[in-house]
């Protein structure tokens, strides 16, 4: 958790870039109703996602899935309530984009369901998030106070490669460009589709290789850039696929 109360995210496979298909979907304003939606769609684009497994698998405490669903809620709540999110198919493709600062209550609710994770999860979690802040503080400095944050990009496998991916990206890029803002995200394994996008690597970290209760090996951590936006990224090894 990052020094404003933010959970960094890694982002699923989102594969190749590809163009919508005429009347397949359309970018729309998220709503409440698609929330409960939205959960599912998350759970199974991220599933097998390296780095959240690496500070998930660690929160042995009870009602570990339904905190994290819940967590998940209230963050995409406040960013409907600002209009920051945006969905294909009523929540079987989303994205939002948030200010350094979050809501007030959103932040109080994530620090509160963060203290009911296990002593190891919440050091895992400090581990990530200390390694990519340096790598923010290194590479954006101050400048990062007044930059958006790219989040949650996430696309039911089903409707993966219909340019879902794309569009959503273009939406929040668009947006932040008519707001004068910069911004900047942290992804999984999906460099390369990022790369179609103009980002190129700026810097790099690493976290868990040094864990005695973690077996899969370091996550690696990637910092790329482009000319009016900036991402964070994360290149992670092969992992075994299992329900996080």
Known sequence: MDKH???????????????????????????YSY???????????????????????????????????????????????????????????????APPKPLRLVKLVVDV???????????????????????IKREFGDRVEDMYEVKGLAVTPEKQGRGYATALMRTVLDKSDTEGKDSWVVTGRSHTFYATLGYTIVGTGQTGGENPTWSHGPVDWIVTREQRALSVMCACPPAKRSAL
């Open 35 to 97: 929330l409960r939606r939205t959960t599912g769609t998350r759970v199974r684009a991220f599933e097998g996602d390296l780095a959240l497994q690496y500070i998930y698998s660690a929160d042995t405490h009870p009602f570990s899935e339904t905190r994290r669903r819940l967590r998940n809620i209230i963050v995409w709540a406040g960013a409907i309530f600002q209009s920051r999110m945006f969905t294909v198919d009523g929540g079987d493709a989303v994205i939002y984009y």
């Open 113 to 135: 369901l963060a203290r009911f994770m296990s002593p190891e999860a919440r050091k895992r979690r400090k581990e990530v998030d200390s390694a990519l802040e340096e790598i």
């Open 5 to 31: 109360g933010n959970a960094h995210e890694a982002t699923p496979l989102i594969g190749q870039r590809t163009e919508p298909r005429t009347g397949e979907g359309q970018v729309v304003p998220m709503k």
